[in-house]
């Protein structure tokens, strides 16, 4: 079935630093969207993205679609306390289908 | 938007008893719902979609027998963990698709439980 990998594991930043999350898939993706969970929460859609080549600005998040549909980025211009969580990438084909999720990466904010 | 109910959001139960997750579309119907398994520290596992009056998909490696999956209408859809073990102890957290408003593929998730089987 469609996996998506994604990368790092884990990122300790200092406030203030920059942050960057990346999914890959070997297959081409209909769309990528990208979540946030917070501690003890439950994952809180943030974006999708679509179209080939995508980029799309939310304050300080950046997120991007390659130009092949197989890979996206969250990039995270100076970090805050409160981007503390796990970002999960995910993909879904079409329809009703589940949206497949990468195994995230854990941000840690440090003051 | 969109809002997905899920009750209860922790339980601890003994060991061999079940447990009743719920999972309410409070203002959408939804006509499919997922139910995915979330250790700690790990991505989010899909266990089965559920299709409204019809029986659950389940996913390689989840046993049907002992995740008990009933959407019996739009706007409702429950996960019975039945016989419950220490090692069913997780995070469980639905979501459904269906609005045609959202923005996206329609995902919207539920709060989550947290059950522990002690």
């Known amino acids: 079935g469609q996996q998506v990998m994604q990368i790092p594991q884990y990122q300790h930043v200092q406030e203030g630093e920059d942050f960057t999350t990346y999914c890959n898939s070997s297959?081409?993706?209909?769309?990528i969207q990208w979540y946030k969970q917070r501690p003890g929460g439950h994952p809180v859609f943030l974006i999708q993205l679509v179209k080939s080549g995508e980029v799309k600005k939310q304050k300080r998040l950046t997120f991007q679609f390659g130009e092949a549909k197989k890979n996206s980025s969250l990039h995270i211009t100076a970090t805050q306390t409160t981007d503390v969580g796990t970002y999960f990438c995910?993909?879904?084909?079409?329809?009703?289908?589940?949206?497949?999720f990468g195994k995230g990466t854990r941000l840690s904010v440090i003051a | 938007g969109a809002v997905v109910s899920q009750h209860p959001s922790r339980v601890i139960c003994k060991s061999g008893t079940s447990v009743k997750i719920e999972c309410r579309s409070l203002?959408?119907?939804?006509?499919?719902m997922f139910w995915y398994r979330q250790f700690p520290k790990q991505s989010l596992m899909l266990m089965a979609t559920?299709?409204?009056?019809?029986?659950?998909?389940?996913e390689q490696g989840v046993e049907k027998d002992k995740f008990l999956i009933n959407h019996a209408s739009l706007t409702l859809s429950t996960l019975t963990v039945t016989s419950a073990h220490p090692e069913d102890s997780s995070f469980y957290i639905c979501s459904a698709s269906g609005d045609y408003r959202l923005p996206t593929s329609g995902y919207t998730f539920g709060s989550g439980t947290r059950l522990t089987v002690v």
């Open positions: 203002d959408f119907q939804a006509t499919t």
């Open positions: 559920s299709n409204e009056g019809s029986k659950a998909t389940y």
């Open positions: 297959t081409t993706l209909s769309n």
């Open positions: 995910a993909a879904w084909n079409s329809g009703n289908t589940p949206l497949v």
